[in-house]
């Protein structure tokens, strides 16, 4: 069995509150990458052979481009390594999936040929703090440990509540409750129940990529990343929050529209005159489950990978990862 590297990055998973009744007025971020595994070696098997580094403390909603830089090269350097089969990682909730996502698509673009391995990055959270009666963050833990150790196991993967995600269909859908989590339509990949893997369908390889993109994301400091925001079409949207950004100089625009991804015609209007003056702007659906349906007018592009359309967070880091490797 290959070794498991663990890079612990804060969250919920390693909240502290002053009482164990209290599973919200925590803070998040608290206890070290050790004692999240003690905690969870009670529950795991306790076979894998473990290297744990604390790579940053934080609250994911606080998550920024140079962690996410730091995070890449950690996962490259380990599973490059031939005694390493996989890493997991212990993160926040709140921008989960946003870092899942960004990891498939660059760690695929890393030297070292160790994707043909189907070696894996397993994600994994909680969402009561360690102080909690009844946290959830060692059986997680736990369970991101199994997963890991799963030969089937391949590319980005989460696992939180014994449900088991791909990086590019994971979302946040509860603030709340332990069960935080959805694939939409694209469905789960495994369940992991009593310390196995029930696998429904086999995880996706890492995808074919430019190994250009490797270096953009190494080599271009955090602070100088293209510019990419997202904005929300609804009722009474107007032009006026995308003139402001276009005007401030915003190297990329998503747009999270209504329904099947349509977008205010005063929204709309705006965004083509910015296509127009050079900055690209793609569509998006607010829409929490289910796919949008390519077609329909609008001039504005639609953001998809592998023609399969993505989520507003994951079309920001797809326009963002584009626009790097566009860049200089
Ligand atoms: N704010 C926390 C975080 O994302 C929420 C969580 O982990 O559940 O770090």
């Known amino acids: 069995m290959g070794k498991i590297v663990v890079l612990a990055t804060g969250g919920t998973i390693a909240g502290e509150a002053a009482s164990a009744a209290d599973a919200v007025g925590y803070q998040a971020a608290q206890r070290p990458v050790e004692a999240l595994l003690a905690a969870a070696s009670v529950l795991g098997d306790g076979r894998q052979v473990l290297e744990a580094q604390q790579l940053v403390q934080i609250d994911s909603k606080d998550m920024d481009m140079a962690v996410w830089q730091q995070l890449a090269q950690a996962c490259a350097d380990a599973l490059a390594r031939g005694d390493v089969r996989a890493v997991v990682i212990t993160h926040g909730t709140d921008t989960l999936e946003e870092t899942a996502y960004f990891l498939q698509r660059v760690l695929a673009a890393a030297p070292g040929g160790w994707q043909a391995q189907g070696k894996a990055v397993v994600l994994t959270a909680a969402m009561r703090p360690a102080t909690a009666r009844l946290s959830d963050g060692p059986q997680n833990l736990a369970d991101a440990l ?22 590019r269909d994971i979302s946040k859908i509860y603030p709340y409750r ?36 490797w270096r953009r994301v190494q080599d271009t400091p955090a602070d100088d ?57 793609w569509r998006s659906s607010r829409c929490l489950a289910g796919q949008v349906v390519p077609g329909g007018s609008s001039a504005i592009p639609l953001a998809l990978q592998e023609g399969q359309p993505l989520s507003p967070v994951k079309a920001r880091i797809a326009l963002l990862l584009q626009l790097l490797l566009q860049a200089g």
């Open 178 to 213: 332990l069960d935080a989590f959805s694939a939409g339509d694209a469905g789960l990949l495994a369940w992991l129940e009593e310390g196995e893997v029930r696998w429904l369908r086999a995880a996706p390889p890492w995808p074919r990529t430019d190994s250009e993109l």
């Open 225 to 281: 990343w293209p510019w990419v925001e997202l904005l929300s079409s609804h009722a009474g949207s107007s032009a006026r929050a995308l003139q402001a950004l276009v005007q401030a100089g915003v190297d990329g625009l998503v747009l999270a529209g209504t329904g099947n991804a349509t977008v205010h015609h005063q929204l709309e209007q705006a965004a083509v005159l910015a296509q127009q003056q050079g900055v690209p702007v």
């Open 146 to 167: 199994t997963l890991a150790s799963d030969p089937a196991a391949c590319g980005v993967l989460a696992v939180v509540a014994g449900k088991v995600f791909a990086a």
